[in-house]
């Protein structure tokens, strides 16, 4: 699997001229990290998905999406830079959209909304509890923009070719967008991420978040066993 790069395409922000050798440095770390699992958690299924497994994976992505856009959203009220205050304010925009996307996928399968299907508690502590928590903007991006949304990139590019075609459409319009997500995190903290202390705590919202997004995974696989789609002792899609 390639991992996604961040650097690029006019337009967009780019961070510092200067090479941010902190965040190249916090990225590369993150990668070694997912390079060093085991093979059962870093390598996925050849075949196409059944529907129920499909559909039990666009609930939750479109879960996921949803959740970013209220948090992210909740963020604007005590974001002081001005610039993150808007690039955030487009990023809440292309959450939602996501989720749009997705629901409308799952509309074509007869699933209309999320009402009735539960979170595990493993993606409630991370997604609901520790994504929206952080003292303050560089917390906040170092381990949703940083560490999530390169998660997030990579695992739909691993997926993408077991989807249907419809679908496959749908992650082809939301990956430019988590480009965009990343390079505004590599933006904020080359010019906010200044001195040891910030660092310090930034690295370690990338180490909490890489955890709890592991944990995540493994319970994506602990309930596709439980319902039927999977062997539990086999290798499953990777969550966002």
Same mark, same amino acid.
């Given at each position: @699997?390639?991992?996604?790069?961040?650097?690029g395409?006019s337009g967009?922000?780019q961070?510092?001229?200067?090479?941010?050798?902190?965040?190249?440095?916090?990225? +590369? +770390?993150i990668e070694?990290?997912?390079?060093?699992?085991?093979?059962?958690e870093a =390598?996925f299924?050849?075949r196409? @998905?059944?529907?129920?497994? &499909?559909i039990?994976w666009?609930?939750f992505q479109?879960?996921?999406?949803?959740?970013?856009a209220e948090?992210?959203g909740?963020?604007?009220a005590d974001t002081?830079?001005l610039d993150?205050? =808007? &690039? &955030?304010?487009?990023q809440?925009?292309?959450?939602?959209r996501?989720?749009q996307l997705l629901?409308r996928a799952?509309?074509r399968r007869?699933?209309?909304?999320?009402?009735?299907w539960?979170p595990?508690?493993?993606?409630?502590?991370?997604i609901?509890?520790w994504?929206?928590s952080?003292? /303050? =903007?560089?917390?906040?991006?170092a381990?949703?923009?940083?560490?999530g949304e390169?998660g997030?990139a990579n695992?739909m590019?691993a997926v993408?070719?077991?989807?249907?075609a /419809?679908v496959?459409?749908?992650?082809d319009k939301?990956?430019?967008d988590?480009?965009?997500?990343?390079?505004?995190?590599r933006t904020v &903290?080359?010019?906010?991420?200044? /001195?040891?202390?910030a660092r310090?705590?930034?690295?370690?919202?990338?180490?909490?978040t890489?955890?709890l997004?592991q944990?995540?995974?493994?319970a994506?696989n602990?309930?596709m066993? =439980?319902l039927?789609?999977a062997?539990p002792?086999a +290798?499953t899609p990777p969550l966002a």
């Open positions: @699997m390639s991992a996604v790069r961040t650097s395409e967009r922000p961070g510092s001229a200067a090479p941010n050798k902190f965040y190249d440095a916090l990225v +590369t +770390t070694q990290a997912r390079a060093a699992l085991p093979d059962e =390598t299924f050849n196409p @998905m059944s529907e129920p497994e &499909l039990e666009l609930c479109a879960y996921y999406e949803k959740r970013a948090f992210i909740r963020w604007l002081p830079e993150a205050f =808007t &690039l &955030l304010a487009r809440v925009r292309d959450e939602a996501h989720y629901m799952l509309d007869g699933v209309s909304s999320l009402d009735r539960k595990e508690p493993e993606w409630e502590e991370w609901d509890g994504y929206p952080g003292a /303050d =903007t560089i917390e906040r991006v381990a949703h923009n940083v560490t390169i997030a695992a590019l993408k070719p077991r989807l249907p /419809d496959a459409a749908a992650i939301i990956l430019p988590e480009q965009f997500h990343m390079r505004l995190g &903290l080359a010019r906010y991420c200044v /001195d040891d202390e310090e705590r930034v690295r370690h919202r990338a180490r909490r890489f955890e997004e944990a995540g995974r493994a994506y602990r309930r066993a =439980t039927g789609l062997d002792d +290798t």
